[in-house]
């Protein structure tokens, strides 16, 4: 398990996705209201390229027939191709939810100068201790 | 913006893809206007003043809503135009990618068939079929055409079927499913006898425009219910060809039912039976139980496949229908695109997977 420096936080603001590749894998990282969740970019169902997907929220039955809810709103992403939807923050499906999920990502931000304190060294871009940055653990 | 700390590790293997014939890809034109060079002139000023009129009442596009736009893969929209409309763009995404030998395409929009104005649909059907062979068999010669026919009026598909016969971008007749009469009645026969005539399988494929509801019980509300309605509309129209004779009169008829689910077949055949043993009377013209005629003359393609819950019932499906009748297909670019990877819920052994995959349809359409 390593850590991968993605980008500023700046880059990822809230309501937003950052594409990024971790490890050799395409990952989909997502900002609600600031809190960061990254999945995989392929969908466990039949591989559609979840980076792509539409965000929703969760539309589901009230008490009475007729009657609706819709919560959860962009934190639900639907693959383009079948249109499964995967709840960004758990990456389980609403169809099946045991048996079919999205993997995720712990994607936490870590200033510049814990970066630069800790064990880690930064290979290919420049972290400045000013910054805070979007660290996937992979 | 990507940079790794310490360890990196070793990316995923690469998936190894197996050779396939996908027996479902639907190219389509960028816009509705780059019909107009493959037809005549009397007939382009047709199209653009008045267009084509399905026979479906008072509105232009399809029945229902689909699951994404254009009901195709969001990731299938090429630089410009609509999903299906760029060669170069088919090629990357799906032929090269999924290591497609054998593509069948059906030309499913314009539903020229399905076109009230039964000379325009003779027109339209012409016009199609000349631009799959300029814009798409004879510039990568994976793709293989069906012959788009206006099969309401018998005596005109006829001639289109025979005026394309022995062309070598053609390996099947196509039809849509809806249409204004179950296709086992004699209008249609003329289909049948020239498919025979050519050595052609006739396809039908879901949907299209037959003017009455897409169940047999009436307009359903959602997308959801036409999507499962097309088993019922197959089944209906598959008994009609069985029982009016269809496969006794043209023995050599081999019937496609592209995209309407495969589960139903063994059903009904065993219904047909039962019910054939008590009134088999009524129906002298048949000399075999009905299980027997589609037995021998019917294929499915897969997509969009049943996924049984649990898996293993997949096994008894195909075993009912005959591994040597399932033909694998993805519904390339369209939203319910099945992965050929993926898209079988359970694993066959080698000599189905490559009878399923790639072998029937060869067969089938002469590319042994």
Redesign the interface.
Known sequence: M??????PAS?LPPGERLV??????KVVIFNLDGAYFGLFGRCP?????LC???TTGLVEAGAEPGEYSYTRRGEILRC????WEFDIRTGRSRAEPARVRAKTYDVEVKSGAE?FDG???????V?SIEQDYIVVQ? | MNMELPARPKPGSAIVRPTIADCDIHPCLAKPSDILPYLPKRWQDHAMTYGMLPRHGYQSGPAYPKGQPDAARLDSWPPDGRPGSDLSFMQAQHLDANQVELGIMTVIAPAAGAAQNLDYSAALARALNEWQVAEWASKDSRLKASIVIPYEDGAAAAAEIDHWAGHDAFVQVLLLSRTAEPLGQRRYWPIYEAAQRARLPVGVHAFGYGGYPVTAGGWPSYYIEEMVGHSQCCQALLTSMVIEGVFERYPGTRMVLIEAGLAWLPSLSWRLDKHWSRMRDETPHLRRPPSEYIRDHVWLTTQPMEEPEKRKHFHDIVEWIGIDRLLFATDYPHWDFDDPLWAVPVKLDEAARQALFLDNAKALYGRA
Do not use: F, N
Request: hydrophobic share 45%.
């Open positions: 390593a850590r991968h420096v993605i980008a880059a990024a590749e971790v490890a050799g894998r169902h039949q591989g559609g390229d792509l997907g539409r383009p191709w079948h249109g970066l064990p880690y060294q930064a290979e290919t871009i972290v992979a």
